[in-house]
């Protein structure tokens, strides 16, 4: 027996949301707690009227989405070739000495989350770090001490007493 879509599927309960709506919705979710716990997913899957499995499914073929918290401090090493060459291995290493954590952790205190990415596109640059949006290039092992510290007690750009 061959089954239609729409016979799967009860149209009367589950409807397609406007596009956008489910990343949109996910994103606002992220902005507001830094993750998407675990009550406003299944409170979205309800607003939505979507199975909770389509908002799982789109949060976690993104990269932009987590389910746990993020530090406030988002590192992330490049290992595409150029760094991988020139000594990514090694500020990896690195970070993971001074911070405690490994790569796809979080520090304890929320301030930072290591992670590895394929390519941050400065090659030229290589190796590289970035933090959220600033990116630390023709880096040695050295140098992570003096970057994290740019951080360290800081909070919305203001150092705290």
Do not use: W
Not at 104 to 113: G, H, K, M, P, V
Request: glycine share 8%.
């Amino acid at each position: 027996m061959q089954l239609h879509i729409n016979q799967m599927i009860p149209t009367e309960r589950y409807q397609q949301p406007k596009a956008g709506a489910v990343l949109s919705l996910l994103h606002d979710i992220t902005e507001r707690h830094g993750y998407l716990p675990e009550a406003e997913i299944r409170q979205a899957a309800v607003n939505l009227s979507l199975p909770l499995s389509q908002l799982y499914s789109a949060a976690t073929f993104y990269t932009s989405f987590s389910f746990d918290p993020l530090g406030r401090y988002k590192l992330q090493v490049c290992e595409g070739t150029a760094c991988y060459v020139r000594g990514a291995a090694e500020l990896i290493q690195r970070l993971e000495q001074e911070l405690g954590i490994e790569p796809d952790q979080t520090t304890e205190d929320l301030l930072f989350t290591l992670k590895k990415v394929h390519c941050v596109g400065s090659c030229g640059l290589a190796p590289v770090i970035r933090v959220d949006e600033e990116t630390y290039g023709r880096l040695e092992a050295g140098d992570v001490a003096s970057i994290l510290a740019n951080y360290n007690g800081r909070h919305g750009g203001e150092v705290l007493p």
